[in-house]
Structures are given as C-alpha cells and as structure tokens.
C-alpha cells in the first residue's frame, strides 16, 4: 500500500492529479449540498427568467456565497450577513444620493467606508457580514453613474435581492438536508485515525491491509485536511457566543492527529525489517488509534491509553517517530472528556463554565490591530484606483475590477495570489462555458426548459467544485457567480458575448492592481506573519498569566479569546505556506510539521493557564512571583521569535514553596509546559 501511485514521470502532472483526486473526491455530504445547491439555484432562475425579475439574478449569487457554510453556521450568522447586506447597501445609496456629481467627496467617503469595514473583517467576530458589507456597497454606489434616477432603483433592487438570496439560502440549508459541523469534524478526525491505525498495522505486518469498505482515506489525504478541519471548528463555534473549554480542546485534538499523521508518514510499509520490539509498538499504536475511533463514534469518553508510556530519557531515541506517536495517544483521551455532550441535534449543555464571551469586536495588540489598519488601507486604495480607472476610460463593462479587489484582499502575499488565481481561473472556466453555451447551443434553444436543462448542467459543475474544502471552494463560487451574472440580463437565450469579455477584462484588472498594491504597500509574507502571530501569542498568554495572578478575570477572559483565535488564524497561517513555496520543496514541509509542534505546545501551554486560573482569585503571593516568572519567559520568548535578543529566564522553582497544593502542582504543570515549548521553539528562533 503506497500512499500515492505515480500516473506520470512528470512531477508536476503527478502533483496536480493528486491534488483533483483530493479536492473533488466524493462523499454523501458533498452530494447532498451540491443537490440542494443547484435545485435551488435552477428553480430560482426559472422564476427570474419567467417573470422578468429585474436584478433577480443577485439572489442566485447569494445562493453560492451561503452555501460556502454549513446549515448551523448560516443559521447562526444569518442575521449579521442580512444586516451586513442592508447597511452597505443603505450607504451605498446614500452616497449616490448625495455625492453622484461630487466625484472629489464620492470616492474618499467610498473609500474610508471600505477601508473601514475591511478592517473590521479582521478584527471582529463577524467577517461574512462584513464582507457582504463591501459586496453591496461597491454593487450599490458604482462610480459609474451615467443616470443617477437609475443608478438609485438598480441599487435598491440589488440591496433587497442580495438580503432576500442570503435569508432565502439560510431557509433551505436549514431545512433540506442540513449538516452539524461539530459532527463532521468528529467524523473527518475519526477518518485520520483510522488512516493512522490502519498504517501503522500495515508497517507491523510488512504488506499492505486488505482494502476495506469505505476504502480508508490515504496519509497523505488526512495531512491535507487542516483546512477543511479548521473550517468545520469555526462553524461549530458559531453556533455560540461563549468560547468554551471543549474549543480549546478541539483545537488541541486537531494538531494532535495532524502530528500523529506526520509522525506515522515517516514509516514505509515493506522497506526493511522494523524489529519484534518496534512491531509490538506498532501494534499497539494501531490498537489505541482504533479504540479512539471507537469512542468518537460512540459519543463517549475513551478508555486510558494502551500505549507504552512515552520515553522521558534525555538519550536520542532510535525511533523518534514511533515515540512521537505513543506520545500523542498518552494525550488524546484528556482532551476527549467533551464527547459526551456533543449531539447530533439539540443544544449542547454545558458541561464547564465559559472561558469567555466572543464580543462584536475583539481587542488584539498593537501590532496585530497596525496590520488590520494597513489591510484596510490597502483595499481601499486598490477599489478606489479601479473605480477612477475604469470611469477614465469610461468603461463600465469592466465594473467588476472594483468588487474583485475587495474579494480577492487577502491577509498574505501567497494567499491573495491565491484567491485570485481561484477568482480568475473560475471566471475564465465560466466564459468558456457561456462562449461554448452561446455559440453552440443558444440558437438552437426555443424554451425556457432549455435553456434551465443547460444551465442546471453548467451549475452542477460549480456547485461540485463549490461545496468542497476551502482551498478550491471559491473556484466553483466564481463559476457560479459569472454563469449568472453574464447569462441572465436578457431573461432567456442571447448570444451577446460582450458581458462575458468585459466581466473577464474587470476581473482580470482587478487582481493586477491589488496584487501591485499589495507588493509594493506594506506587503505581508506568509513566513513573517506566522512568526509574528506566534510572538503576539505568547506576549498574549504572558498577559493572560499576570491577569490571573492578579485576580483580573476581566483580563483572563480577553486574553483568551485573543489567544483562542490567534492559534486558529496561526494553523491556518501555517497551512498558507504552500502558497509560497515550490510544490515538493522538502524544507518548506519540513518548517510547516516544525510550526505544527510548536503551536500544539502552545495549545499545552494555553490549557496548563486555562487550568490554573480556573478557579478565580489570586494565589499566594510566593505562586505570583513564581507565576510571574513564567509570564516573564514567555515574553522573552517572543522577543526571541520577533527577532528580540535575550534567553529564556532561569525557572524560579525555589519560588514556589508555599501556597496552596493545587497551586504548586498548577504552576509545576505550566512549568513542564513551557520548558517543552522553549525546545519546541528553538528551530523556529534559529531559522
């Protein structure tokens, strides 16, 4: 059993099969909301096309944008997205109303709002509201306004159909089949340990498993899941407005099974003999990766580990791989305790208090809250050259150039490329289909039915590639967005292919303007930033440490929801590597399974200061310094990791000798914790 089979010689045809293999591959949920994707957007434009809805075709735009969450998450977030919808509108027609013929006030005004609202997409609890914000605003008040009478109607028609599609799409997602996030990423979790297990046992034996029905999901499949994991946890932590201990656990769990997957991707089935004393231990490994299967399956918390005790010598370790993976299984079960109030339907009880309360807007640290500014500038700057440039040249065709500024602004270099190669490859993938649809099949066209029969096909296609994980999701959105939007103007069949060029020549500006704008102002490095996120954590969990121990558990409290996303925008972070680098670069995937370790010792350290404030109060004035000291480290840390000069500082263990049991064994833990994240870290801070 290999994990991928070579198709061609070639390294990069090999890469991009692999790649469609894992991206489009099949599953239950994946046919269910790719049927309900394009039901929906079929019957919706047989009402537009029957009853010539003018500006209809922006509730079937609507339709794709939802459909990028599960049932639960559009639920919770369909309110804020309706009223994000609304409000960009309403300003949208407020400064066409008031500003059309004063182009000097319109477009500054314009750009503060967007530079405004961009800013808040990275600094509160509610970017998809803030997004359909700017989506409305730039749709609503076009810089091209050649009848201001027409420019008020069209923007109100698109502000009530974009607010109708998102509540008309919220509607079915919940009711037509929906999908529980907490439950799928249980599932995609278990799926990576029955991978692992099923690995392991194949390496004991020397020959490959039997196949099995469902087929198990490769290694290389599981360490490609991040992404679609991490997504699945934000959608779950929607659904409610207090950050809980089992989010931190879940965080934790996921970087847990990815080093699990790293760490059993080091063993080859079938190279060389492995030894009785190794095999036993790989038995053992794919035992404990079963019987976690099991209790994630049952809902119930699992039963203590049967791996042998991870090694603790100082000595090197002549198989560091399998101690790694013994290591992790010693670990999972703890963080498996919220199992059982995890439910398919029903609210979820809570088993803990909260840790804190997720507000509108979440306080960051100065450079963090900087960063936010200048992505805000950015975009503006960029939306505001493309509306002067295409009015220049007086063109409105090209309008979309605007709005694809907004879309494709992403927090990295790499990440915004990209989005923009998403963003264009799924307009040029669309203007193929309309230019084969147009030319082919339209004057033989003499229905509606027809008409709806060709288009259903072309949605089907998007709303495959749409409803998959979040590194080609946009594509498929794209795809959908430009079928509708060249497609629909007439209400039936046309053969006008000038839409289609000009929508192409707007996107195509677009993404060359944002992507000089973001090289050459303040650009951001997917490398940089992570190292950056990682020191803003650790002066983040310093802080939230001197809270504690002062009995601030205001300042406990913000500081976690700070910590609590930082972790998830840094995983996230070192998913977008690949974005920047060369595909099969060796030390590239080295340095992301190094960050992967060092920010799952941070989750350690995260729960060890969860733990020891818990409780509330101060502890005793000998565990404060103590406590302090360990803030201090952490600090020195990150100056370390920022490039700052400075070693960790001796541990004060002599400090603690009085307070409370529960206390010293507390600060003992977080000790433990942050010696293994000071070693955990030292590759990053010497790199």
């Known amino acids: 059993m290999k994990e991928s089979a070579s198709i061609s010689a070639v390294g990069w045809e090999n890469r991009l099969i692999s790649l469609l293999r894992e991206e489009l591959v099949s599953s239950p949920i994946r046919w269910r909301a790719t049927v309900r994707l394009c039901v929906l957007c079929v019957v919706g434009a047989g009402l537009v096309t029957a009853y010539h809805v003018p500006g209809g075709q922006f509730i079937l735009l609507m339709f794709f944008l939802v459909a990028m969450s599960d049932a639960p998450t559009s639920r919770a977030t369909v309110l804020p997205n309706m009223l994000g919808s609304l409000a960009g509108g309403g300003v949208g027609l407020f400064l066409v109303a008031a500003f059309a013929d004063q182009p000097w006030i319109l477009f500054p005004l314009e750009a503060m709002v967007i530079a405004g609202a961009m800013f808040l997409m990275r600094m509160s609890t509610a970017p998809l509201a803030m997004l359909f914000f700017c989506v409305s605003l730039v749709i609503v008040a076009p810089e091209f306004l050649p009848n201001q009478i027409n420019s008020l109607y069209d923007g109100l028609r698109a502000m009530a159909f974009q607010t109708a599609g998102i509540g008309l799409g919220t509607l079915v997602q919940v009711l037509w089949w929906p999908e529980n996030p907490s439950v799928l990423l249980l599932a995609d979790l278990s799926e990576s340990l029955r991978s692992v297990g099923q690995h392991c046992r194949a390496v004991a034996s020397g020959r490959p498993v039997a196949a099995t029905t469902p087929p198990v999901r490769s290694l290389r499949t ?155 500038l950015k975009v503006a700057f960029a939306a505001s050259f493309c509306g002067l440039l295409y009015r220049a040249l007086d063109w409105p065709g090209i309008s979309t150039c605007v709005l694809t500024t907004v879309l494709v602004a992403q927090a990295t270099v790499g990440l915004g490329r990209h989005k923009a190669v998403l963003r264009f490859g799924g307009a040029l993938l669309a203007g193929l289909a309309v230019l084969v649809t147009v030319d082919v099949l339209m004057p033989n066209m003499h229905s509606m039915a027809s008409l709806l029969v060709v288009l259903g096909g072309l949605t089907w296609v998007a709303a495959w590639i749409a409803c998959g994980s979040s590194r080609t999701a946009y594509l498929g959105v794209q795809m959908g967005v430009t079928l509708y939007l060249v497609l629909f103007p007439t209400f039936g069949p046309s053969i006008n292919l ?53 009995g601030d558990m205001d300042g406990v409290s913000q500081h976690s929801v700070g910590v609590h996303r930082g972790i998830a925008e840094a995983l996230t972070l070192q998913e977008e590597l690949i974005f920047e680098t060369t595909a099969g670069d060796a030390e590239a995937e080295t340095e992301r399974q190094v960050v992967m370790r060092a920010l799952n010792r941070i989750q350690e350290v995260f729960l060890a200061l969860l733990a020891a404030h818990r409780r509330g109060g101060a502890p005793a004035g000998s565990l404060v310094e103590g406590g302090d000291a360990e803030a201090s480290r952490l600090d020195e840390m990150a100056d370390a990791l920022g490039g700052g000069a400075g070693s960790a500082r001796a541990r004060h263990q002599d400090e603690m000798g009085d307070g409370s049991v529960q206390g010293r064994s507390d600060i003992r833990r977080l000790d433990a914790s942050i010696t293994a994240l000071e070693r955990d870290l030292r590759p990053l801070v010497s790199g």
Request: aromatic share 4%; net charge positive; hydrophobic share 40%.
């Open 222 to 376: 599981s360490a490609a899941r991040l992404f679609r994991q991490l997504d699945l946890l934000r959608e779950a932590e929607t659904e409610d407005r207090w950050l809980r201990q089992r989010h931190t656990e879940q965080i934790k769990l996921i970087t847990d099974i990815q080093l699990l997957v790293f760490a059993a991707r080091q063993w080859t089935i079938g190279a060389s003999a492995i030894g009785v004393d190794r095999a036993a231990r790989l038995e053992a490994v794919s035992r404990a990766c079963d019987e976690l299967q099991r209790a994630i399956g049952e809902r119930r918390p699992p039963s203590p580990p049967s791996v042998p005790s991870p090694r603790t010598a100082p000595s090197p370790s002549p198989a560091p791989a399998l101690d790694e993976l013994e290591r992790i299984l010693s670990e999972l079960p703890a963080l498996l305790g919220f199992l059982s109030t995890i439910h398919q339907r029903g609210p979820v009880p809570p088993s803990r208090p909260p840790v804190a309360v997720r507000r509108f807007y979440t306080p960051a640290s100065p450079e963090v809250t900087g960063e936010a500014v200048r992505y805000g």
């Open 498 to 550: 000038i839409p289609a060029r000009d929508r192409l020549m707007g996107i195509l500006l677009g993404i060359v303007v944002m992507a000089v704008v973001d090289a050459a102002l303040w650009p951001v490095f997917t490398g940089s930033a992570l190292r950056r996120k990682i020191s803003d954590l650790l002066r983040q969990m310093a802080g939230l440490h001197r809270c504690g121990n002062r």
